[in-house]
């Protein structure tokens, strides 16, 4: 798949080991600096580093971006399905979509740190349990988003992380406008080929998903070939332990800003 769009940066700032000062001012560091999108996680606690370390909450932070910034998107990477129910999660994603005028992504996945769901009380299940209810969810979003009064300022886009390649990429296909995944040059490029079959399987047209990867070295050594790959949104993580440091980022902007020229 040959992808027309520009290439687009990310950073996502985990929530996790610092205050809420520091999150907000980073944020801001972000926008001026020309970054794209900023993501959150959908965690209750840290993931890594000292486990009962500080961390914030997902959606009321998002919230809060929408009116601290005015030009970035923003959205969390990912929100976990199982923690609203999805009418809920489609009236709270309009209303920071209005809140932001028009600036949300919504990012959602099936759910994974068991930690959150023991301690906040919801059930944990199979893998393939939390697939079925993701499954179940993307379509009632979208019910919900054509009955919601005021509607969402846009066609909010839909997000879906993970690299399943039976179920999530397929639930990609169906209701998603960004994948995002991981891995090696190799692995996306795989994964991105089984997300064009199920585009092809279903009737549309792959090239209506713009695809999105994490990276966590400089764009000299991964841009060009994850770009051939078809990957056009590329988003740096930033852990909020002894600061955010944005040297990285603003790597991948000077080389996005070369490559789209």
């Given at each position: 798949m040959t992808d027309p769009r520009p290439v687009r940066v990310g950073l996502q700032l985990q929530p996790q080991h610092t205050d809420y000062a520091?999150?907000?001012?980073?944020?801001?560091?972000?926008?001026?600096?020309?970054?794209?999108?900023?993501?959150?996680?959908?965690?209750?606690?840290?993931?890594?580093?000292?486990?009962d370390g500080r961390h914030f909450e997902c959606w009321t932070m998002l919230g809060a971006w929408a009116e601290a910034t005015s030009r970035v998107e923003i959205g969390a990477l990912v929100t976990?399905?199982?923690?609203?129910?999805?009418?809920?999660?489609?009236?709270?994603?309009r209303t920071v979509d209005h809140i932001s005028d028009g600036r949300l992504i919504?990012?959602?996945g099936a759910g994974w740190f068991e930690r959150?769901?023991?301690?906040?009380?919801?059930?944990?299940?199979?893998?393939?349990?939390?697939?079925?209810?993701l499954a179940a969810a993307l379509p009632?979003?979208?019910?919900?988003?054509?009955?919601?009064?005021?509607?969402?300022?846009?066609?909010i886009p839909v997000l879906v992380g993970g690299g399943g390649e039976k179920k999530t990429l397929r639930y990609t296909a169906e209701h998603a406008t960004i994948w995002h995944g991981f891995g090696d040059v190799a692995t996306v490029a795989h994964k991105c080929g089984v997300l064009d079959a199920h585009c092809r399987d279903i009737g549309r047209d792959p090239?209506?998903?713009?695809?999105?990867?994490?990276?966590?070295?400089?764009?000299?050594?991964?841009?060009?070939?994850?770009?051939d790959a078809g990957v056009r949104l590329f988003?740096?993580?930033q852990d909020g332990q002894g600061g955010y440091d944005l040297s990285r980022l603003k790597d991948w902007l000077a080389w996005r800003d070369e490559r789209n020229g």
């Open positions: 520091d999150i907000r001012r980073t944020v801001a560091a972000a926008e001026e600096a020309g970054v794209d999108v900023v993501f959150n996680w959908d965690h209750f606690f840290p993931l890594y580093g000292e486990p976990c399905n199982s923690y609203r129910n999805p009418e809920l999660l489609a009236d709270m994603a919504l990012g959602i959150d769901y023991d301690e906040y009380g919801y059930e944990f299940g199979t893998a393939g349990d939390r697939l079925r209810d009632r979003i979208r019910a919900r988003w054509a009955k919601l009064n005021p509607a969402p300022t846009r066609d090239a209506e998903i713009e695809r999105s990867v994490a990276v966590e070295h400089g764009p000299d050594e991964l841009g060009p070939a994850l770009y988003t740096v993580g």
